[in-house]
């Protein structure tokens, strides 16, 4: 195909095709046992009709209004209780500044991490079918339902400083982790990783591999496919899967207080300031709390088009 | 150009075994029924599925070697593909799927998009380039995956089924529109169907292949005269029988002879075809000249076009092709005997 005059090519071929009448001519009885696609009617609208006209079982209409209203009353309580007036002065105190900066970079950085390890591992996963593949994932999982008070504790045992991997971290790289801004990162990415690679796993499993075939056949090598053709398709589930790793970390409270502390400005993130401002100053814990809320609030309208998908 | 293929490989409930040998460029069709193996002989082709068996040449680069474990990767191998449904990469334009080969083959970004653009003229298509695949229609689809294949010069073109997501009222003249893109290109194109009439239009040569094997391989003339299974067959409507030459005649298995006009073969195995034109049908024992006459039972009637096919069980099932009057006239649907009565002339019997 290097630089083909299209016209000539194709009436030369179409000139030396006696081929069609010959064939058209024997096979003009379609086959009998296979009867051709096309003759078939599309048995396109057999299944529209039920929509709307389901009849919910008796009583799951009063118990689904009590689980909405027990959901959303804190919700309202928060709103109805925020002190309006003075929110401004509140939410510019130093220390609630200094949580929600702080929160914003272990979040993000915690985010980092889990894209950064969590999607080969999610690819790993998802493709190569190696032995121990499902205790692999059990474990990978466990921090999801572990509380998160023991993530922290099982974190202490093993980058404390007298930690198993602490110790060495310590004595070789001068690196401590507890009681630092990066503990309280990794912390975060420890309880909410599982989140992400969950979410990108099934993504990759429901992306149709045939596109990065496609992508083999014209030349792409691995990590092209990956890039140009993977990732986009499975940007649904990765965007998902980031937000649920996200709020996660922004929430994260057990494991980081007990691997990192509750040091203003160092490890004391949003979730911990309003736990402590509750003590003695309730107004200002409302008040972060408005902020989470919203920023909660911004991540669910920015997914809705993922979990509630226009029809 | 010569492509040499010799796949063994299982999957599944499917063992493949084939030898493929095209020494010249054109169109060349492997026609079977489904689950046969044709899109996985096509995968192995182009390196997504590992031969256990085998081995693949073209033009005399050995592509895979499954004895001396040479395995040249699918990014690697000269073969362009027009997968089943297309697979257009959704999150690209048509031109970004059309440059993405020679992208990826390490042309630059301008040069990729002015050889795309080429591409997209060429098919007609250079006014759709930045639209995305959603928005196109089937067959424009089609042009746009045949554009991308074909993008990186291959020197071997596999299409699995370029057809078979049309719809019916578009499928000829798209038919004829692939004809002629594929007249265009210089090497061999292996082009997938179970349609007979895509096979017949689209191919200079065919193959066959049922449950993993080749079963008849060669022009649509030779298919077409002288089916060799009973797949074949079928797809021509005509009825296949096979059994033992015997001097004039062909003894079936359970001893029927069937009596043909011309010599038949002195060799053992043989395989007999009766166009179903040739089948006549009596209400009473017919009297005068037919060699073949013998007794059956109308089982189904269906009418093609201007004819009905009618088929008929008994000792010797076969499908005679009538008009509407005699179905009429002899009351064919009322289940009763007829004589079924073959002339000798009409009987072709060739080697199996």
């Known amino acids: ?311 | 150009m010569s492509l040499e293929a010799a796949v063994g490989l299982r999957k599944g409930t499917l063992d493949l075994d084939v030898r493929l040998e095209v020494r010249s460029s054109g169109v060349v069709v492997l026609l079977g029924p489904n689950a046969a193996g044709k899109t996985t002989l096509l995968r192995a082709l182009a390196g997504l599925v590992p031969l256990e068996r085998g081995r693949v040449t073209l033009d005399d680069v050995v592509l895979e070697d499954a004895a001396a474990a040479v395995r040249v990767p699918t990014e690697q191998r000269p073969i362009g593909v027009v997968f089943q449904d297309y697979l257009l990469f959704p999150h690209m334009t048509v031109l970004e799927n059309v440059a993405f080969g020679l992208r990826a083959r390490g042309t630059g970004r301008t040069l990729a998009r002015t050889r795309a653009l080429e591409m997209l003229e060429r098919v007609g298509l250079s006014d759709r380039a930045s639209a995305k695949p959603k928005a196109l229609s089937g067959g424009q689809a089609q042009r746009v995956a045949l554009a991308r294949a074909l993008a990186t010069d291959p020197r071997l073109l596999l299409l699995d089924e370029p057809l078979s997501a049309m719809d019916a009222g578009a499928r000829a003249e798209l038919r004829r529109g692939l004809s002629r893109h594929l007249a265009t290109f210089p090497g061999t194109c292996l082009v997938i169907t179970h349609d007979p009439i895509e096979a017949m239009t689209l191919g200079d040569q065919l193959v066959v292949l049922e449950a993993g094997r080749v079963v008849q391989a060669g022009t649509p003339e030779e298919l077409s005269s002288r089916p060799r299974s009973r797949y074949v067959a079928d797809l021509l409507g005509l009825n296949l029988y096979r059994g033992r030459a015997d001097e004039r005649a062909i003894v079936l298995t359970g001893g029927r002879r069937l009596i043909a006009a011309d010599p038949v073969p002195a060799s053992g195995e043989v395989f007999a075809v009766i166009p179903p034109r040739a089948v006549a049908l009596h209400r009473v024992l017919p009297e005068g000249s037919p060699r073949n006459v013998w007794k059956g039972v109308v089982e189904d009637l269906d009418v093609v076009g201007n004819h009905v096919r009618a088929h008929i069980s008994g000792e010797l099932p076969i499908i005679a092709e009538v008009t509407p009057g005699a179905v009429a006239s002899m009351r064919l649907d009322d289940g009763g005997p007829v004589f079924v009565a073959v002339k000798a002339v009409e009987v072709e019997v060739y080697e199996a």
Request: charged share 15%; hydrophobic share 55%.
């Open chain 1, 1 to 311: 195909m290097s630089d083909g005059d299209t016209t000539a090519g194709g009436r030369s071929r179409e000139a030396a095709g006696g081929l069609a009448v010959v064939a058209g001519d024997a096979i003009a009885p379609p086959p009998r046992p296979e009867p051709p696609p096309w003759s078939a009617p599309a048995p396109a609208t057999m299944r529209a009709a039920r929509r709307g006209d389901e009849r919910a079982p008796l009583g799951f209409v009063p118990l689904a209004a009590v689980a909405v209203a027990f959901l959303t009353l804190p919700l309202v309580a928060l709103l109805v209780r925020a002190p309006w007036g003075s929110l401004p002065g509140d939410l510019t105190a130093p220390g609630v500044l200094a949580a929600l900066r702080l929160s914003l970079i272990c979040s993000v950085g915690a985010l980092g991490l889990s894209l950064l390890f969590g999607v080969p591992l999610a690819w790993l996963l998802a493709r190569v079918p190696f032995r121990g593949r499902n205790l692999v994932r059990a474990l990978v999982l466990l921090p999801m339902v572990l509380p998160p008070v023991v993530g922290g504790v099982a974190l202490l045992l093993a980058f404390g400083r007298n930690g198993i991997a602490g110790q060495w971290l310590d004595s070789l790289a001068g690196v401590t982790l507890p009681f630092t801004t990066l503990g309280a990162m990794l912390a975060e990415t420890f309880v909410a990783m599982p989140f992400l690679v969950i979410t990108v796993e099934a993504g990759i499993r429901a992306m149709d591999r045939r596109y990065e075939d496609a992508a083999a056949t014209l030349g792409a090598g691995r990590w092209r496919t990956f890039r140009l053709v993977t990732l986009p398709l499975i940007a649904p589930a990765l965007a998902a899967g980031g937000a649920l790793c996200w709020a996660r970390a922004l929430g994260e409270f057990g494991a980081t207080i007990t691997f990192a502390g509750n040091l203003p400005g160092t490890t004391q993130t949003m979730p911990l300031a309003v736990y402590l401002a509750l003590q003695n100053n309730p107004d200002a814990a409302i008040a972060l709390s408005l902020v989470m809320l919203a920023i909660s609030l911004a991540v669910l309208v920015g997914l809705r088009s993922h979990w509630f998908p226009s029809r």
